[in-house]
């Protein structure tokens, strides 16, 4: 005799007897710097920054600013900051996404900046961090980091982040 499935939901998701089954999904919810995506479930790497970080930087821009800016459409700057092209960081009192101005110069972003962002990213660089090493100023550059990018001095501020690794 074969057995047969029931319909409908299935009880073992709801039977606290196999909670455990949901275990592995801890970790990622209290993954630092990164908040659950309510509509697919995965971790957006987007973060809430605090006010020291908040004040280093000069302006900030929404991702439809941004968005405008490039003329693109804002599911683009997202997949940009998905890909670790652009950091974003909510804030504000709706918790909006927001991008550093200093990132965008015109019509595209700061050239440079991608691999920077790279490279202290494998640096172990959380986006707080990143935040605060580009737009701290350092008077061997003269300026920030940013400054440098925007001012197309960017071997030197890669230079720079490349010797953080060491």
């Not at 006010?51 to 003329?71: H, M, Q, R, S, Y």
């Not at 997949?79 to 804030?91: P, S, T, Y």
């Given at each position: 005799?074969?057995?047969?499935?029931?319909?409908?939901?299935s009880r073992r998701r709801a039977d606290p007897e196999h909670a455990h089954d949901r275990r592995h999904l801890a970790p990622r919810l209290e993954a630092p710097g990164f908040r659950l995506s309510v509509r697919d479930g995965?971790?957006?790497?987007?973060?809430?920054?605090?006010?020291?970080?908040?004040?280093?930087?000069?302006?900030?821009?929404?991702?439809?600013?941004?968005?405008?800016?490039?003329?693109?459409e804002v599911t683009r700057v997202r997949?940009?900051?998905?890909?670790?092209?652009?950091?974003?960081?909510?804030?504000g009192e709706n918790r909006a996404?927001?991008?550093?101005?200093?990132?965008?110069?015109?019509?595209?972003?700061?050239?440079?900046?991608?691999?920077?962002?790279?490279?202290?990213?494998?640096?172990?660089?959380?986006?707080?961090e990143m935040l605060e090493w580009l737009f701290t100023p350092d008077p061997t550059l003269p300026g920030t980091p940013a400054q440098a990018l925007s001012e197309n001095r960017g071997t030197e501020v890669k230079r720079r982040a490349q010797a953080l690794a060491v």
């Open positions: 005799m074969t057995r047969v499935r029931p319909r409908g939901p995965t971790l957006d790497p987007v973060t809430e920054i605090d006010a020291k970080i908040d004040a280093l930087v000069p302006a900030w821009l929404t991702v439809p600013d941004i968005a405008e800016a490039l003329g693109v997949q940009l900051v998905k890909e670790g092209q652009l950091i974003a960081v909510r804030r996404l927001h991008i550093p101005a200093a990132f965008i110069d015109g019509d595209k972003v700061v050239r440079g900046l991608s691999g920077t962002l790279t490279l202290l990213r494998d640096d172990g660089f959380t986006v707080e």
